[in-house]
C-alpha cells in the first residue's frame, strides 16, 4: 500500500468513527435527549448512593481550595487527554511502527463501543446537577457555547471516553516503555479518573464502564 493510499484510508477511518459519533449525538438530542439524560443522571446517583461510591461532589469540594491545581485539571480535561492519545497514534504512524495497526483497531473499537449507549442511555455529567460546579466554565472554556457543542456529544457521560482512552494508550505503550515509563504509565488512567471526576464531567461509574470499555477494546483487538 503506497503511503498516499494508507494516508487516504487512515483518515477515511478517523471521520468515519467521528461522523457515527456525531450522528449518534443528533439521534439523541433530536429525542428529547437533554431531559432523558437528566433522568439518567439521576438514576446513576441513585445508585452510586445506594452501593456507597458517591464521592464526586466530597473530591471536588477538596480540590476547590486549590485554585491552581483547578487550572491544571481543567487543562488536563480538556486537552491534555484526548491529545496524548491522537498524538501517541500519529507518531506511531509516522514511525511506521509495526504495531500502530493494532493501537489504532483498539482505540476505534474503544470509541466505537461507547456509541451504543450514549444512544440508549444518554447521561447528563454532574456539572449539570445543582451541587456541582463546572470547573470548565469558571475558568473561562463554555464547553456548552453553541458553537463548541456541535463538535461533541454534551450527554454522553457514560461510559467515560476519556477513561477507555487512558485505559487504551496506557494498557498499550505500558510493556514497551523505559524503566521509568513501565512505572508511570499505570498511574496514568486513574490520573484520568481523577480529573474527569474532580472537574464535574464524569461521575464514578462513568470512571468504571470507561475502563471496563478500554479493556474490552484492547482483549477484542488482540
Given at each position: 500500500m503506497t503511503a498516499r493510499r494508507s494516508r487516504s484510508r487512515e483518515l477515511a477511518i478517523g471521520l468515519g468513527a467521528y461522523a457515527a459519533y456525531l450522528g449518534v449525538r443528533r439521534l439523541v438530542l433530536r429525542r428529547g435527549g437533554r431531559e432523558r439524560a437528566a433522568r439518567n443522571?439521576?438514576?446513576?446517583?441513585?445508585?452510586?448512593?445506594?452501593?456507597?461510591?458517591?464521592?464526586?461532589?466530597?473530591?471536588?469540594?477538596?480540590?476547590?481550595?486549590?485554585?491552581?491545581?483547578?487550572?491544571?485539571?481543567?487543562?488536563?480535561?480538556?486537552l491534555a487527554n484526548v491529545m496524548l492519545s491522537i498524538g501517541l497514534l500519529l507518531r506511531m504512524y509516522r514511525q511506521g511502527d509495526p504495531r500502530f495497526a493494532r493501537e489504532r483497531r483498539a482505540a476505534a473499537a474503544a470509541f466505537l463501543g461507547a456509541l451504543p449507549v450514549f444512544l440508549?442511555?444518554?447521561?447528563?455529567?454532574?456539572?449539570?446537577?445543582?451541587?456541582?460546579?463546572?470547573?470548565?466554565?469558571?475558568?473561562?472554556?463554555?464547553?456548552?457555547?453553541?458553537?463548541?457543542?456541535?463538535?461533541?456529544?454534551?450527554?454522553?457521560?457514560?461510559?467515560?471516553?476519556?477513561?477507555?482512552?487512558?485505559?487504551?494508550?496506557?494498557?498499550?505503550?505500558?510493556?514497551?516503555?523505559?524503566?521509568?515509563?513501565?512505572a508511570?504509565?499505570?498511574?496514568?488512567?486513574?490520573?484520568?479518573?481523577?480529573?474527569?471526576?474532580?472537574?464535574?464531567n464524569h461521575y464514578v461509574l462513568d470512571v468504571a464502564g470507561g475502563a471496563a470499555l478500554g479493556l474490552a477494546a484492547r482483549a477484542l483487538t488482540r
Open positions: 443522571a439521576e438514576r446513576v446517583v441513585s445508585l452510586e448512593r445506594r452501593v456507597g461510591v458517591a464521592v464526586e461532589p466530597a473530591l471536588q469540594r477538596s480540590v476547590l481550595r486549590a485554585p491552581r491545581a483547578v487550572h491544571a485539571l481543567n487543562a488536563g480535561y480538556a440508549a442511555f444518554p447521561t447528563a455529567p454532574p456539572r449539570t446537577r445543582d451541587e456541582f460546579v463546572d470547573t470548565l466554565a469558571d475558568g473561562g472554556i463554555d464547553i456548552e457555547h453553541p458553537l463548541l457543542v456541535r463538535f461533541y456529544n454534551p450527554v454522553a457521560a457514560m461510559p467515560s471516553l476519556h477513561v477507555a482512552f487512558a485505559v487504551v494508550t496506557s494498557v498499550g505503550h505500558a510493556h514497551r516503555a523505559a524503566t521509568l515509563g513501565r508511570l504509565w499505570p498511574a496514568y488512567a486513574p490520573a484520568v479518573s481523577l480529573v474527569v471526576v474532580a472537574t464535574g
